[in-house]
T-cell receptor, first 116, second 112 residues
Framework: GAGVSQSPSNKVTEKGKDVELRCDPISGHTALYWYRQSLGQGLEFLIYFQGNSAPDKSGLPSDRFSAERTGGSVSTLTIQRTQQEDSAVYLC??????????????FGPGTRLTVT | SQELEQSPQSLIVQEGKNLTINCTSSKTLYGLYWYKQKYGEGLIFLMMLQKGGEEKSHEKITAKLDEKKQQSSLHITASQPSHAGIYLCGADRARGAQKLVFGQGTRLTINP
């Protein structure tokens, strides 16, 4: 079946511009995660959505970063006034959980963001 | 310092040889995940380990979890070119939280 999809696959933007990254999770997965992978920091957690609950934003690096999840499905990660240090691969993942059980997270191919 | 340390950082082995990648946590593990990453393909889920002493296998890849040592190892038997890539371990920091923290990855190259 269809996996997690992300768009665009690549994005080049000028410093100071806003960007929107999209994630389509696997159908039926209630949990959605955003991670960022950069050379200096490795793979780091950004934000997590579970059903209709308030998102866990504890990993967002600054208030320029925000994310929404509409209708419990598609999510958009927005970065305002982009900086060069925002350049990274942004990965989205979805899972069935969580809950008392632990479910594997399935990752999308990522969006490679380059801020010039 | 990293919460999850992977070793080695890179590994070059000849096709057909066995290899082991280690992942050590500085904090309590509630779940340990192994992923493989190839350029442009995101992360591919390999295995998840939850209980101490647990061992799982998928084709020629075996992973073990030593809960006391807070360590996991990934072992590949008779390596093939298709095994090349970056192997990442990830860990849950609270039961069911699933805000994974990741190691820096191990880059595996298989020489024919």
């Amino acid at each position: 079946g269809a996996g997690v999809s992300q768009s665009p696959s690549n994005k080049v933007t000028e410093k100071g511009k806003d960007v929107e990254l999209r994630c389509d999770p696997i159908s039926g997965h209630t949990a959605l995660y955003w991670y960022r992978q950069s050379l200096g920091q490795g793979l780091e957690f950004l934000i997590y959505f579970q059903g209709n609950s308030a998102p866990d934003k504890s990993g967002l690096p600054s208030d320029r970063f925000s994310a929404e999840r509409t209708g419990g499905s598609v999510s958009t990660l927005t970065i305002q006034r982009t900086q060069q240090e925002d350049s990274a691969v942004y990965l989205c993942a979805s899972s069935l959980g969580p809950g008392l059980a632990t479910y594997e997270q399935y990752f999308g191919p990522g969006t490679r963001l380059t801020v010039t | 310092s990293q919460e999850l340390e992977q070793s080695p950082q890179s590994l070059i082995v000849q096709e057909g040889k066995n290899l082991t990648i280690n992942c050590t946590s500085s904090k309590t593990l509630y779940g340990l995940y192994w992923y493989k990453q190839k350029y442009g393909e995101g992360l591919i889920f390999l295995m998840m380990l939850q209980k101490g002493g647990e061992e799982k296998s998928h084709e020629k890849i075996t992973a073990k979890l030593d809960e006391k040592k807070q360590q996991s190892s990934l072992h590949i038997t008779a390596s093939q070119p298709s095994h090349a890539g970056i192997y990442l371990c990830g860990a849950d920091r609270a039961r069911g939280a699933q805000k994974l923290v990741f190691g820096q990855g191990t880059r595996l190259t298989i020489n024919p």
